[in-house]
């Protein structure tokens, strides 16, 4: 049984770091798959935020994160971390990450295995 699940979340302020782990069981991290990361802000639609592909370790980004987000992982810990810099107070959302068979799936929000998400509030 795949179980996906983030930590990390918190209250920072604008221009501050944070780092996001999301921890995945019954999924190796060296398999074909991906794993993204997506977003919901107050009283918008959820959103890829990025993801990572584990076959050919290849990243993707939205344009909101590009230079600020990056996304890695650790096959010993099976955990990918969203690590996030310069934040702003739109990157304020519920974070989620979600386990896929491929990319495609992430692109097309339809990733199989859902994480509970995490709250980040960027706030002075």
């Known amino acids: 049984q795949v179980q996906v699940g983030e930590s990390g979340g918190g209250l920072v302020q604008p221009g501050g770091s944070l780092r996001l782990s999301c921890e995945v069981s019954g999924f190796t991290l060296d398999d074909d798959g991906a794993i993204g990361w997506f977003r919901q802000g107050p009283g918008q639609e959820r959103e890829v935020v990025g993801c990572i592909s584990f076959a050919d370790i290849m990243t993707y980004y939205a344009d909101s994160a590009k230079g600020r987000f990056t996304i890695f992982k650790d096959n010993t810990k099976n955990t990918v971390y969203l690590q996030m810099t310069s934040l702003k107070d739109e990157d304020t959302a519920v974070y989620y990450c979600?386990?896929?068979?491929?990319?495609?799936?992430?692109?097309?929000?339809?990733?199989?295995?859902w994480g509970q998400g995490t709250q980040v509030t960027v706030s002075s």
């Open positions: 979600a386990a896929a068979d491929a990319v495609v799936e992430v692109l097309r929000m339809s990733p199989r295995y």
